[in-house]
């Protein structure tokens, strides 16, 4: 049985879309970068549609009904703490996918491409005086038409599956009949948060990472030491980005160009990924240095930007490239970084050799010096 946590439900649902033969869409939809949260819900009989009931449930009800801390998907907490009476019904714009639903209904499915439209549903807090306010969902009469047709396909013990985009207050709603995840799949809550995915994982968890790697009294010099230790993490989790050598643009953010601010810039873990796939999972001083082997079988290598991050500002085109990536153990990496000057210079002069060329290809044209300089070496 596999347990969906945060970290693989949107690949969970990532083998659903699959298994319509909606693999390669579906891959770049269902991405951490696109959603930051999910609600998980397993249908009792009495949140179905009428005519979807069991024959055994007498309940009328054919609103779905959100209880305990799931309430806060929908609403702030402070929001259900002080309501005194019951709210309106609120429209929550949602965006569904049709093929799911024609999945749903057992209609033949065409074409491999995700089709996404836009719908709606109802909801509202429910007040009670006596017992805990809920969070009603969904109205019929009031929902969008392809919700409808959404829930008219789930039944008891299906899961209505709501995503938060990253941007925005729309939702993503999708059903996932019992048939495809009983047996195979448990779910270690309902409510989802801080999703993660292929190449994109949470800073939370990335430094929960870290900071297991370390003994406690370990110490950095600065955050750019966190930012690198965080890029490291993600760099091992993300699936290698096939990239060609050549020369592109920096474009900076518009945030920093808005303030006159320098930022870190954005990278590219898969990037990274690759650098350290193209050199064998070995370090490009020395193929033989040694390092661990990871619970896949590979060995843990880091990637370092030969020419540092921090100077950007001071290049055109990119530095967050593939020429300018390379793998190292982790005591090269480390040394580079925190080692005496006339051991750095070596092993820096040694990686320049082999990538001069490369860099140059990448618009990225330096000298030996100027390296060493970049690292307060000359």
Not at 149 to 172: C, H, P, S, V
Not at 217 to 236: G, K, L, R
Not at 331 to 338: A, G, K
Request: proline fraction near 5%; charge should be negative; charged fraction near 20%.
């Amino acid at each position: 049985m596999i347990r969906v946590t945060s970290s693989n439900l949107l690949a969970f649902l990532h083998a659903y879309f699959a298994s319509l033969g909606l693999e390669h869409d579906a891959a770049a939809f269902l991405t951490a970068h696109n959603f930051t949260a999910a609600l998980v819900l397993k249908l009792p009989a009495v949140c179905l549609v009428p005519q979807n009931k069991p024959a055994t449930s007498r309940s009328k009800q054919t609103h779905i009904h959100v209880t305990g801390s799931n309430r806060y998907f929908f609403f702030d907490p402070k929001e259900i703490a002080d309501a005194t009476a019951s709210t309106p019904d609120y429209e929550q714009p949602l965006m569904v996918s049709m093929q799911n639903i024609r999945a749903l209904h057992g209609s033949a499915l065409t074409g491999d491409a995700l089709e996404i439209t836009p719908s709606s549903t109802m909801v509202k807090i429910a007040y009670r005086a006596s017992q805990e306010s809920q969070v009603q969902v969904s109205k019929l009469r009031m929902d969008g038409s392809s919700f409808i047709e959404l829930r008219n396909a789930l039944y008891e013990d299906d899961l209505l599956i709501f995503l938060k985009y990253r941007t925005g207050n729309q939702m993503f709603a999708l059903g996932i009949p019992r048939n495809f995840y009983a047996g195979s799949y448990t779910f270690s809550d309902d409510l989802f948060e801080g999703l993660e995915s292929k190449g994109a994982v949470t800073v939370k968890n990335a430094l929960s990472a870290v900071s297991e790697a370390y003994d406690d009294a370990a110490v950095v010099e600065s955050d750019a030491s966190i930012a690198d230790a965080v890029y490291q993490d993600m760099v091992n989790a993300a699936s290698p980005s096939i990239t060609a050598y050549v020369a592109e643009k920096y474009i900076p953010p518009t945030w920093a160009v808005n303030h006159g601010k320098e930022l870190r810039p954005s990278t590219n873990p898969a990037i990274g990924k690759e650098a350290i796939c193209d050199a064998g999972y070995c370090c490009a001083v020395d193929a033989a240095h040694p390092s661990f082997l990871k619970p896949d079988g590979s060995r843990y290598m880091e990637a370092h930007h030969l020419i540092p991050l921090g100077l950007q500002a001071s290049f055109e085109n990119k530095l967050d490239t593939k020429a300018n990536l390379v793998s190292l153990c982790p005591l090269c990496h480390r040394q580079i970084h925190y080692g005496r000057p006339e051991e750095v210079a070596p092993l820096l002069a040694h990686l320049y050799a082999a990538r001069a060329e490369r860099l140059k290809e990448s618009g990225l044209s330096i000298t030996l010096e100027q390296l060493l300089r970049f690292y307060e070496l000359s």
